[in-house]
């Protein structure tokens, strides 16, 4: 099973930005399609977005498309999330996933095991 660390988040004011890395354990990440979801106090975990195993697709969720981006780097069995443009309702615990099952169950939110210990992100207003 694939371990996950992410890290990156912090305090920052609204209108800035912040870039969070997964870093991942085992041979076979770069076999899998990965995902950033987010969870909010008192709210369900919520879809952020996703990128393919080769890093050629991406998808997002509509509240955070054209703010965040998706990338990897298998090399580094890294995944990352650059998100610019903080709202206060982008705060959160974000956390990492791999998607075990197909692409088109990853860009919906469905598939996910593996995933990380979580990061928070708190945004100022």
């Known amino acids: 099973q694939v371990q996950l660390v992410e890290s990156g988040g912090g305090l920052v004011q609204a209108g800035g930005s912040l870039r969070l890395s997964c870093g991942a354990s085992?041979?076979?990440?770069?076999?899998?399609?990965m995902g950033w979801f987010r969870q909010a106090p008192g709210k369900e975990r919520e879809f952020v977005a996703a990128?393919?195993?080769?890093?050629?697709?991406?998808y997002y969720a509509d509240s955070v498309k054209g703010r965040f981006t998706i990338s990897r780097d298998n090399a580094k069995n890294t995944v990352y999330l650059q998100m610019n443009s903080l709202k206060a309702g982008d705060t959160a615990v974000y956390f990492c996933?791999?998607?075990?099952?197909?692409?088109?169950?990853?860009?919906?939110?469905?598939?996910?095991?593996?995933w990380g210990q979580g990061t928070q992100v708190t945004v100022s207003s």
């Open positions: 996933a791999t998607a075990r099952g197909t692409w088109y169950d990853a860009k919906r939110g469905y598939g996910y095991d593996s």
């Open positions: 085992g041979r076979t990440f770069s076999s899998y399609a």
């Open positions: 990128i393919s195993s080769g890093g050629g697709s991406t």
